[in-house]
């Protein structure tokens, strides 16, 4: 392995062990998912569980992204974990490439478990092709793992860490459609849900899995989404820090802000009208 | 010339932690830098491992400069730090694998494991080892690379007197193969038995520099002496070669002065023409620990840590 990457293979290993061995973590990323599966299965969407799924999946990969890795960051820059890496050879890109790994293969679980529970318990169904609602959950939670860990950075302890993520879980999950249904939003809401980046992921995976549309009718989406993941690979690399009393690179850190900013303006005026706004059945 | 620091200082916002360290150390031996919380000791091993920049004055290590070429240097250097944490659930073997990994060449783990005898607890969690245990591992994979120079920050604070003297072994080891060691220590008596040499600072400069044995010598502390004579003694004598009479302890007469050498001779004089013989004679040279005493003073015990 390049120098650059050197020990990137086993310090994605020793995350996941952590992970893996963690009674909080499995909590976290295995029952949570669950409790909201059944919660959506038997009491919101009662006798259509395939209308949930795409909400459900969006709902994991986004608290899994913000909680779960913005939380790991912090907590291992403010004990000190991460000065022990900084005095060995080992590059900050390793560790933001071995944090972003271990948050792929974690969410993979987390998703993976859902989809096999719930179509195990509610028999759902997918309309459109499995691998292209693969591919799309992947990019989903490519885009989001970025977005926790700008979070991550930015949080200066494990206090403002979870105002952080809490601020921006709520109108990810409740201003874009993976809660509620959005046909049931009121329509202002409807025009803010254009501005949220997990709209163009609940949008895509209804796109394929409830309506059967391949990959060049969710372009759309799919290329707001791989955006959002450019600008958080970019703005992480420049936003990692060993230990909190070292400067934030505000300079980076309000760009990332200001393009986001601009992509999902331009998204929310160029893009045509989300189709999950019309109620299901509805021509 | 393994460090070489040349008027670093650095200061955070109005405090000086370093006001202009002038330092060379060669390879070889155990250094240590002795000084009370505060006095900078931390900020001047973190400069020497590139976690800090210095606000002007030059530094290198093992000829390279910490802050520019910190991946090439830590491939060379070791380094325990004051303020760490484990990844609390990947075991003692599993954490030796992963730091080996980040390091072009490294030791076999179970050598290291030897090395801070840590062998029965090789498959336990950091989170179930004792204090003791947890610092010798923190040694121990400062240690994986086989790094030609050591740097511990108070390796041995908040250990129980048998795992101190387990580290101390430790590092006469490492001493023994070649290595060099800087650690810093607020204890006396690890920097008086494990030193070559002793650095002392205070309020982030220079106080004193030497072997122990040379600071001791160089103290200008009084030492104490007892005799005890075969009958009635006139110390007048001595009280005229300049030295203090103590009065009486028990059946020996207890004096203190500047310069032993002298009163000894003295004493010898004054036995002979009063006709006295010595059954007696014990004298107390400071010890280091005076000598710190006397260049720290007044600084207060805990004076609050230099802010980050």
Not at chain 2, 200 to 219: C, H, K, N, W, Y
Not at chain 2, 265 to 285: F, H, P, Y
Request: a negative charge; aromatic letters at 8%; charged letters at 20%.
């Amino acid at each position: 392995m390049s120098r650059a990457l050197r020990g990137l293979g086993p310090l994605t290993r020793a995350y996941l062990l952590q992970s893996f061995r963690s009674g909080t973590a499995i909590f976290w990323n295995l029952v949570f998912p669950m409790v909201w599966l059944f919660l959506f299965g038997f009491v919101f969407y009662r006798g259509n569980p395939s209308l949930m799924m795409p909400g459900l999946f969006t709902i994991t990969l986004i608290s899994g992204a913000f909680f779960g890795v913005s939380y790991l960051m912090v907590s291992e820059r403010e004990a000190g974990i991460l000065r022990l890496y900084r005095v060995t050879p080992v590059s900050a890109l390793t560790v933001v490439l071995a944090n972003a790994i271990r948050a792929m293969v974690v969410l993979s679980i987390s998703v993976g478990a859902q989809a096999s529970v719930g179509w195990l318990v509610f028999r759902y169904e997918v309309t459109g092709s499995l691998v292209l609602t693969f591919f799309i959950m992947l990019l989903g939670g490519a885009a989001f793992v970025p977005l926790g860990m700008f979070v991550g950075s930015v949080a200066e302890d494990m206090r403002s860490a979870p105002a952080i993520s809490n601020l921006l879980f709520f109108p990810l999950v409740f201003g874009s459609g993976a809660a509620l249904p959005a046909f049931m939003l009121p329509g202002w809401l409807q025009s803010v849900m254009r501005m949220i980046p997990s709209s163009y992921l609940v949008e895509a995976l209804q796109g394929v899995m409830l309506r059967g549309y391949g990959l060049a009718q969710l372009a759309g989406p799919i290329a707001v989404l791989l955006l959002t993941l450019v600008v958080g690979a970019w703005v992480n690399s420049r936003l990692f820090r060993w230990e909190t009393s070292e400067p934030l690179d505000k300079r980076a850190m309000l760009t990332a802000i200001v393009v986001l900013t601009l992509l999902y303006v331009a998204a929310a005026m160029l893009a045509p009208a989300f189709e999950m706004i019309r109620p299901p059945g509805a021509p | 010339m393994i460090i070489q620091a040349r008027g670093l200082r650095r200061e955070y916002g109005d405090t000086v932690a370093l006001q202009g360290l002038d330092i060379e150390i060669e390879a070889g031996g155990v250094v240590g830098i002795l000084g009370p919380n505060g006095a900078g000791k931390t900020t001047f091993v973190e400069t020497l491992e590139g976690l800090r920049e210095p606000t002007s004055g030059s530094v290198s290590v093992l000829g390279m400069d910490p802050t520019t070429q910190g991946k090439a240097l830590r491939e060379r250097l070791g380094v325990q730090l004051q303020k760490t944490a484990l990844p609390t659930e990947l075991t003692v073997r599993e954490m030796l694998e992963l730091f080996a990994s980040f390091y072009a060449s490294a030791l076999p783990s179970d050598s290291i494991l030897e090395k801070v005898d840590l062998v029965p607890q090789a498959d336990q969690k950091a989170a179930t080892l004792s204090g003791g245990q947890q610092q010798r591992l923190v040694v121990g994979i400062a240690l994986i690379h086989d790094p030609e120079l050591v740097i511990l920050d108070e390796p041995t604070t908040g250990l129980d007197p048998k795992a101190r003297r387990d580290l101390h072994g430790v590092i006469r080891e490492l001493r023994e193969q070649g290595r060099t060691i800087l650690l810093t220590t607020h204890y006396i008596e690890e920097a008086e038995h494990l030193c070559d040499r002793v650095i002392m600072i205070r309020d982030g400069e220079i106080v004193a520099d030497g072997t122990p044995f040379d600071l001791v010598g160089q103290s200008s502390e009084s030492s104490t002496i007892w005799i005890r004579v075969d009958g009635p003694m006139d110390p007048a004598p001595l009280v005229a070669a300049g030295v203090e009479e103590l009065g009486q302890q028990g059946e020996h007469h207890k004096f203190t002065t500047t310069d032993p050498t002298t009163t000894v001779l003295a004493l010898g004089d004054m036995l002979r023409s009063q006709g006295l013989r010595l059954v007696d004679l014990r004298l107390k040279r400071p010890t280091l620990e005076d000598v710190y005493l006397e260049l720290m003073g007044d600084v207060p015990e805990d004076l609050a840590e230099v802010p980050r």
